[in-house]
């Protein structure tokens, strides 16, 4: 049994279906345009606003880890398609840079603005969860820049398995992914073992909440091709580099999700819930969505690998420890969330100079 939709919350999920609709019929009736892309902004918030509301009954019956997960999963297909895109189109840059992108914005951004305001409205302005899961998603995200670092050195000393970067990435990609399918498996394992903290009633049947987060995941897969697009005509105008088209447009308008999810997550004092979200985000992106998108681009003609620039090298092995250093304990604080904020700002300014 369910309470049902209140009127508002009925309101806002029509709204977001017909601005949804709204932004495809004006991108394929009129082309890319500034109008297209702001509409599909508006579309973005909307599918997010429902993606939050969804996971949030949907984490009344499963609790925060299964739930992150899931959300997790259903956010980051706008990231994958748009990868997917850039990749057909030949735009290696871009495809690469979007994807550390996604790992910084999340990781960083994301993270640091949902521990603010986590934090804020906590007892003694300190943001408490479970320590496991940020142990967990550390752990994988090592994993990935391990073997990030390794090619990367390997490059840059002309080492002899420098030539065989792709092979390696192949291997390694292979890896990563059993090893993070043995990883949900003992994490779902475990989390079903125990008994979510229910605060409140579900209003929403099971049935209502999965078909509205599939519904919204596969809307923000369309909505976030429009927005790129929509974005093409800004980038040609002002000049931004494929570096920070990459790094930071493409990135935060493929997580638009988990950007809004986790931070109104945090908000509500969700924080099992917000953390579970927006960590399982960064590790999908590190050890399942990068290495899937490099088995996939096998069949492509600019196949993708783990080789990159060393400054971006650099920035995950410390976003890596710092990540870890500032959630490992299972609680932060409010200026520990502006650090990682500061982090990525100077970050995404090198970025802009690239």
């Known amino acids: 049994m369910t309470a049902g939709l209140r009127r508002n919350e009925l309101f806002f999920i029509l709204a977001a279906l017909a601005t949804t609709i709204g932004a495809g ?4 009736g009129v082309g890319a345009s500034a109008g297209s892309f702001a509409l599909s902004a508006v579309a973005l918030a909307g599918v997010a606003w429902v993606v939050s509301f969804a996971t949030e009954q949907l984490g009344e019956r499963l609790g925060p880890e299964a739930t992150g997960l899931m959300q997790s999963t259903l956010g980051n297909l706008p990231e994958f398609f748009v990868v997917l895109f850039a990749l057909r189109e030949g735009q290696i840059l871009v495809a690469t840079t979007s994807i550390i992108g996604s790992i910084f914005a999340n990781a960083l951004l994301v993270l640091g603005l949902a521990i603010m305001v986590g934090a804020w409205r906590s007892p003694g302005k300190v943001m408490k969860f479970s320590a496991r899961l940020p142990s967990d998603t550390a752990t994988l995200l090592l994993l990935a820049v391990f073997l990030i670092v390794v ?29 993070y399918g043995l990883w949900v498996m003992s994490y779902l394992r475990g989390n079903a073992q125990s008994d979510p903290v229910r605060h409140t009633p579900p209003r929403l049947s099971l049935g209502l909440s999965l078909a509205l987060l599939a519904v919204a995941g596969v809307g923000a897969a369309f909505v976030s091709e429009w927005f790129v697009k929509g974005l093409e005509p800004a980038i040609d105008a002002y000049g931004i580099s494929e570096a920070f088209a990459g790094l930071v447009v493409v990135a935060i308008a493929g997580n638009a999700i988990e950007n809004a999810v986790g931070v109104v997550l ?3 004092g969700e924080a099992d819930l917000a953390i579970s979200v927006i960590k ?8 399942f969505l990068f290495p899937l998108l490099v088995l996939v681009s096998q069949f492509f003609d600019t196949p993708l690998s783990f080789a990159m620039a060393p400054i971006y090298i650099a920035a995950l092995a410390l976003t890596a420890i710092v990540v870890w250093q500032v959630t490992g ?16 700002v100077i970050l995404a300014t090198v970025a802009l100079y690239e």
Do not use: C
Not at 329 to 344: N, R, S, T
């Open 329 to 344: 304990d299972g609680e932060a604080a409010v200026w520990e969330g502006a650090a990682l904020i500061a982090f990525y």
């Open 280 to 287: 399982n985000s960064v590790s999908q992106i590190a050890v």
């Open 266 to 268: 945090a908000a509500k």
């Open 25 to 28: 019929v004006w991108t394929i």
């Open 151 to 179: 090619i990367g050195v390997a490059t840059q000393d002309h080492d002899p398995a420098a030539a065989h970067a792709r092979g390696i990435s192949i291997v390694g990609a292979i890896t990563m992914l059993i090893v």
